[in-house]
């Protein structure tokens, strides 16, 4: 098979052989397909078996059926003697194969009589000659051929009646009236023969209802498949190695058949053109071919006797000319010299040839290079979305969520917003019912922007809005407009309107607006960003672009409404500014309330959300969501079956402070520093009247790199006004940590540059913003000013200086006075600390007795008493794992 394979003209011989074969052995008579002349000599078969009645049928050339023959001969026992000695005489000149055709001619011969064709041979005495026998083998062939034929015509009769029949008569009646039509028949035939009837042919009658039978079944396939009834049904399986192999028998079918170039010709030079070929006289034509080469045809004769390595003929050479005057020339001179006469030169041609082969090769880097592209653009485009590559990068990113499937959220899911959620629930009556603000003339809002701090549930806010109104809802990000191609986000802006019109009513929710609906004015800084304004300004145009009575809502949610272009805002684009701030005290217990929902706990959900309220100050929607998750994720940690206040309060430190570091081990010494720190902040929180009382302190290491910790709440609840006095007492509070190291300690640590921080910041913002110095009423903003040119003279700024120092060192004074006076307390307190590292509410009170200002109601229910015990953390299972080396952590005080 191998040497098949690289050699191609090698199967070209065996196929020609082949076919040469085919040729010779077709015989007139033998067009009938074997299989259907072997089907016929079948059946005949199978009649001679059901006649003769008893025993397994004869094969025909066999002996002892000849005497059964005899008995439905119409010949004389001369005439049968006659025609046996000439059949015999027959098959020992033809092939093997052609006795079974030699046979069925002797049958019918034997019921029709002999044919006159073959009489004068078969009395003669002396043996015929070979030519005379050949003849009559060829008779006879087509003589059995010719019955074979009326036999098949009379099968198809027979097939028609019993289709007639299936179709007037039921299954039942179908035997008896085919035994009739095919009586009436065959009788019919037979009185033409002048033969009686032959017996009935159950085995025959047998086949055909057989056959009926499978047509049948096919039929009804067929009507299940839905094809016509004579539909033919062509299956073409194509596995992969079937059409390998398909492949490559088809190449070496196409090879044999036109065998390439290279193969039977090869290149040579002018001078071995003229010497081996020219000058022998072997050249039959000459072709030009694109002016460059020359075909050199070859004699046929030459092209039997010759062959190249591989053993093909070679049929003709090539060579290369400079060009074709000069060819020209030389043939001639070459022609000349050999003595051609004009009238017997060599022909030349001239084709002009594309070689396509080469040409499209030529294009195979670049269509490879395309190729290339096209499949990285492909999974570029896949990575980020699967819009179709780079042909789809002008498609809107937006994701469209489906109301019905998709949206969940409903506004009971929205908790401590009520103002946004009247705000927006307008939105939701329009998209529902948006005659009732037609017939009053109202024209109908556009969209709203929705702002306030990150994690508040603005996102959360624009999905209830469309899971209430039971509208499409598209979302997409600001950022996804930002794309590195130009021409791309302003392309995306208008599929997503072009999308959203398609199915009105709908909701646009552009989270992140700020992304691109930056104000134009304020970025022009180095340039500009040309993209980013063609954005914005095609969002402009699509908002115009809606007429009135398309319902599509566009929200926007943003962290930085501030530095939203004014155009976004103005009325009949973003209609509605909906600030959304961080939930108050009884917001955040709503919030709590629907997370808690899905938290199994038994605590008493009243007081459990009341007081993780009042915990939380400032957290924000997001927050207490992953608070009241982490608080699940700790009680499964410790394989509880439900959660409870510990787990919360845990969980709240955690999202506060980080985790705690218990790998990072202090000296002792450092340790003491902490405690006296630490102990300086609570000792001020508790006797300053103003400062925020303290609710657990701790000198566990945390993960945001504190050394000790401590939380406070405000006395009164949430504030959101400090006075001067409120100010003053913080930042002394503050301070209470570095004047408490001075007291108690010779020297002082790194450890208050955070509380400094803090100070400096409040002090300036008293002198600069809250007019709360003596330098009166002035503002100004640090983040508005330029880094390089301030807002204020040197005079001033020297000023504002002198102001924060002295606001600065009297609130150290204030600090420093009380932590003096309560020398004693701190100690207290410090060296508790730093036997059990956490200390609650509970123990100040126990230490210093309870703090000596009233507090709000709502403070003192949750944490007064009932329930107000701080938990320690879980003690550590082995000290040795948590010690380092040495047994302290080589960390630096930060
Ligand atoms: N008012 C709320 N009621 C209930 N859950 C809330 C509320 N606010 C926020 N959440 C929770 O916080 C998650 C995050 O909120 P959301 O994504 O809406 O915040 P956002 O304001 O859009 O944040 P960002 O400005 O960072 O995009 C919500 O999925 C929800 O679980």
Redesign the pocket.
């Known amino acids: 098979m191998a040497t098949l394979l690289r050699r191609p003209g090698n199967l070209a011989r065996i196929s020609r052989r082949a076919t040469l074969s085919i040729t010779r052995s077709a015989f007139g008579p033998a067009r009938t397909a074997p299989s259907s002349l072997a089907s016929i000599i079948a059946s005949q078969r199978l009649r001679t078996y059901a006649t003769s009645g008893s025993g397994p049928p004869k094969p025909p050339n066999d002996n002892s059926g000849a005497s059964q023959d005899q008995e439905r001969s119409v010949l004389s026992p001369q005439e049968q003697k006659d025609l046996d000695a000439f059949v015999k005489r027959l098959e020992q000149i033809a092939p093997e194969s052609q006795h079974e055709m030699i046979q069925e001619a002797r049958k019918q011969m034997m019921r029709q009589g002999i044919a006159d064709e073959i009489k004068p041979y078969l009395s003669r005495d002396q043996p015929a000659s070979l030519m005379d026998h050949m003849r009559m083998v060829r008779f006879v062939l087509k003589f059995a051929s010719e019955q074979i034929d009326k036999e098949l015509e009379r099968d198809g009769h027979i097939t028609r009646a019993q289709k007639d029949v299936d179709s007037t008569k039921k299954t039942g009646d179908d035997a008896e009236a085919l035994n009739n039509k095919n009586k009436g028949e065959e009788q019919s035939q037979k009185k033409q023969n002048g033969e009686e009837e032959p017996p009935r042919k159950d085995e025959e009658e047998e086949r055909i209802r057989e056959e009926l039978r499978k047509k049948k079944e096919q039929e009804q396939k067929r009507k299940q498949q839905g094809l016509p009834p004579n539909a033919r049904v062509f299956k073409l399986k194509l596995d992969p190695t079937s059409f390998f192999i398909t492949a490559l028998v088809a190449y070496y079918i196409y090879r044999s058949f036109f065998p390439s170039e290279s193969a039977s010709s090869r290149e040579i030079t002018w001078e071995e053109f003229r010497a081996n070929y020219l000058n022998k006289g072997l050249v039959e034509r000459l072709t030009v071919l694109n002016q460059s080469r020359v075909r050199v045809d070859l004699r046929r004769e030459v092209t039997d006797q010759t062959s190249d390595s591989s053993g093909q003929p070679v049929s003709h050479v090539y060579f290369t000319i400079g060009s074709v005057d000069g060819f020209e020339r030389k043939l001639e001179d070459a022609q000349e010299a050999l003595g051609i006469p004009l009238n017997e030169r060599i022909p030349v041609a001239f084709v002009e040839e594309v070689p396509w082969g080469s040409a499209l090769l030529s294009f195979a880097p670049t269509l490879l290079i395309f190729a290339s592209i096209f499949w990285l653009s492909r999974r570029a485009g896949g990575g980020a979305g699967g819009q179709g590559g780079i042909f789809g990068i002008g498609k809107s990113r937006a994701k469209r969520f489906n109301h019905e499937t998709d949206i969940k959220v409903k506004f009971s899911?929205?908790?401590?917003?009520d103002e946004a959620k009247v705000e927006i629930m307008e939105f939701v009556s329009f998209l529902q019912q948006p005659e009732r603000f037609q017939k009053l003339g109202a024209k109908l809002p556009r969209g709203a922007i929705?702002s306030?701090?990150?994690?508040?549930?603005?996102?959360?806010?624009?999905?209830a809005t469309a899971g209430e109104s039971g509208v499409p809802f598209f979302s997409v990000s600001g950022s996804e407009f930002v794309e590195m191609f130009v021409g791309v986000g302003p392309s995306r802006v208008r599929d997503l309107f072009a999308n959203a019109r398609k199915n009105t009513p709908c909701i646009i929710f552009i989270?992140?607006i700020d992304a691109i609906g930056k104000s134009r004015a304020k970025s022009n800084y180095g340039g500009g960003n040309d993209e980013r304004e063609s954005t914005l300004n095609q969002i402009l145009t699509e908002m115009d672009g809606f007429n009135t009575s398309e319902q599509v809502v566009v929200l926007a949610?943003?962290?930085r409404a501030d530095v939203l272009d004014k155009a976004l805002m103005r009325p009949g684009r973003f209609d509605r500014h909906i600030t959304?701030d961080a939930?108050t005290i009884d917001?955040r217990k709503?919030?709590f309330r629907?997370?808690l929902k899905k938290i199994v706990t038994d605590e008493d959900l009243d007081y459990l959300e009341g007081r993780l309220s009042a915990l939380t100050p400032g957290f924000?929607?997001?927050?207490?969501?992953?608070c009241v998750n982490e608080a699940a994720l700790v009680a499964a940690r410790e394989n509880a079956d439900k959660v409870v206040m510990r787990h919360f309060e845990q969980a709240i430190e955690r999202v506060i402070a980080g985790l705690e570091k218990k790998s990072l081990v202090l000296s002792p010494e450092e340790k003491r520093v902490v405690a006296y720190h630490e102990a300086g902040h609570a000792i001020c929180g508790w006797y300053f009247k103003w400062a925020d009382p303290l609710l657990k302190v701790s000198i566990i290491p945390r993960g945001s790199g504190a050394l000790g910790y401590a939380q406070y709440l405000p006395a009164n609840g949430d504030t959101y006004l400090l006075n001067t006095r409120q100010i003053m007492d913080r930042m002394a509070m503050t301070l209470g940590g570095r004047v408490s190291e001075e007291i108690h300690f010779d020297t002082v640590s790194s450890g208050a540059s955070d509380d400094f921080n803090k100070v400096t910041q409040l002090a300036t913002a008293m002198v600069t913003k809250y007019g709360m110095s003596k330098l009166g009423f002035i503002y100004y903003d640090e983040s508005t000013t330029q880094q390089y040119t301030k807002p204020f003279s040197e005079e001033t700024g020297r000023n504002i200086d002198i102001e924060v120092r002295r606001i600065i060192n009297d609130a150290y004074k204030q600090c420093s006075d009380l932590l003096k006076e309560k020398k004693k307390e701190v100690g207290l307190v410090a060296e508790e600390l730093l036997s059990k590292e956490v200390l609650s509410r509970d123990d100040m009170v126990r230490l210093l007795g309870p703090r000596p200002f009233t507090e709000s109601n709502e403070f003192s229910k949750y944490f007064n008493n009932r329930d107000g015990t701080v938990i320690a953390p879980p003690a550590s299972e082995d000290p040795e794992a948590t010690s380092g080396k040495d047994g302290r952590d080589q960390t630096p005080i930060p």
């Open positions: 899911d929205v908790a401590g917003m929705l306030g701090p990150p994690g508040t549930g603005k996102t959360l806010l624009a999905k989270d992140e949610g943003t962290n959304i939930p917001g709503q919030i629907v997370h924000a929607g997001a927050d207490i969501a992953n």
